[in-house]
């Protein structure tokens, strides 16, 4: 019980709560754009494309201002604020413009409050003498116990109460998320870096980042593209019940939080790499059974893989990132986060494509493609550090 206390126990809520928020909006835009403003399918990777781009930028030079010192906790307060007034504003959306304008100028703020959290996650690790591995793991275990409820809710509010319901409970989430910070989460300053008069820039990321960015976008792209086919092939394609990809994707999010927690203990037995590397062949498993399986039962089977895959790669993801860089956290953070983005986006985009012409199954096979390329991206980066490790026992004798 001590772990729900004091500032460890407001992170827990905070970013568990802001994920909910964010729950109730992500899952079913693919949805909304198309059923719900009539939108075709290739335009959804226009919106997903401008959404991230946006919010690249922002969340970038969010997390430069706190890395140079800035009021982390200021900057994340603006950021819930955003994400209030964009699902408040995707309630009265009637056309595909409206959308796109509300999530390249509101959700691009409002997504930055992630980077932000999870920069001070690890700055609050440190500064408590906790492994920030594990506290990573865990405080993302709370994303995933609130996307057990998050998408069904969702999904079942629209058939209930249209996509309005849906975007005003998104809305309402975010305003508690917003008042519980307020008061009870403290100040989160970084120590000014050397070079802080002439700023940070992602030269400062090291290559290793770099080749570990390229990995996590890979994954994601897969992820993605599988995130928004999924409620199309469903609903559309195979004509089952609109609530089915929500109890889906609450399935996945149940399956994630214990593998999360053990997650941070194999990887200190084993690595995090090895770890992240058996993820990655699970996914491969699982977009690969896809394929093959047509009944509700199956699909339901097929999310311990999914939710093994996705629990590893976010559990592990963003700590493994800012271990190669311990130095820029937040500016680090922001980059695992914009990795994501882009793989959102192009994967996205190449679902909105493929699934026009080729229908929405065949959007999910093309998953398997971007996890191919990050195993072997994955396979590079071990074979590196292996070599750097052994150049330095090489120096030292």
Not at 149 to 164: M, R, T, Y
Not at 249 to 261: Q, S
Not at 273 to 293: C, D, H, I, P, S
Request: hydrophobic residues 55%.
């Amino acid at each position: 019980m001590q772990f729900f206390r004091g500032q460890t126990g407001a992170y827990f809520l905070i970013n568990g709560l802001a994920a909910l928020s964010f729950s109730f909006i992500l899952p079913i835009m693919s949805l909304f754009l198309v059923d719900g403003l009539g939108a075709k399918p290739s335009l959804i990777g226009v919106y997903t494309t401008s959404t991230a781009l946006a919010t690249i930028v922002v969340s970038q030079t969010l997390g430069g201002l706190t890395d140079r010192g800035l009021s982390a906790k200021r900057l994340f307060l603006f950021s819930i604020g955003a994400l209030f007034l964009a699902a408040s504003c995707f309630s009265i959306a009637s056309e595909f413009w409206h959308a796109l304008l509300i999530g390249v100028c509101l959700m691009s703020f409002g997504s930055s409050s992630i980077p932000l959290i999870l920069g001070m996650i690890r700055r609050y690790a440190e500064a408590s003498g906790q492994n920030s591995t594990r506290l990573n793991s865990q405080m993302r275990s709370s994303v995933s116990l609130l996307w057990i409820l998050g998408p069904p809710i969702a999904f079942l509010a629209i058939d209930q109460f249209g996509f309005k319901g849906t975007f005003y409970l998104s809305a309402a989430v975010a305003l508690v998320v917003l008042v519980l910070s307020v008061y009870a989460l403290d100040e989160s300053k970084a120590q000014k870096p050397a070079n802080t008069g002439k700023g940070l820039s992602l030269k400062d990321v090291p290559a290793a980042v770099w080749l570990l960015g390229a990995v996590t976008f890979c994954a994601n792209m897969a992820n993605s593209t599988y995130v928004s086919a999924m409620p199309l092939y469903l609903t559309q394609q195979m004509a089952w019940s609109k609530s089915l990809p929500g109890i889906l994707l609450g399935i996945t999010a149940a399956i994630e939080i214990p593998v999360m927690l053990l997650a941070a203990r194999w990887s200190e037995s084993f690595g995090k790499e090895k770890v992240v590397m058996l993820g990655f062949f699970l996914a491969l498993l699982f977009y690969g059974g896809l394929q093959m399986v047509d009944s509700i039962a199956g699909l339901f089977l097929l999310q311990i893989l999914n939710g093994t895959f996705f629990g590893i790669f976010v559990g592990l993801g963003v700590s493994l990132m800012q271990d190669n860089a311990p130095s820029i956290v937040g500016k680090v953070s922001a980059f695992y986060t914009n990795s994501m983005l882009v793989g959102t986006m192009v994967g996205t985009s190449t679902m909105g494509v493929v699934s026009q012409y080729f229908g929405y199954k065949f959007a999910l096979m093309v998953c398997l493609i971007p996890m191919l390329v990050a195993i072997s991206l994955l396979f590079v980066f071990i074979h590196l550090q292996r070599t750097k490790w052994a150049g330095i026992r090489r120096a030292s004798v």
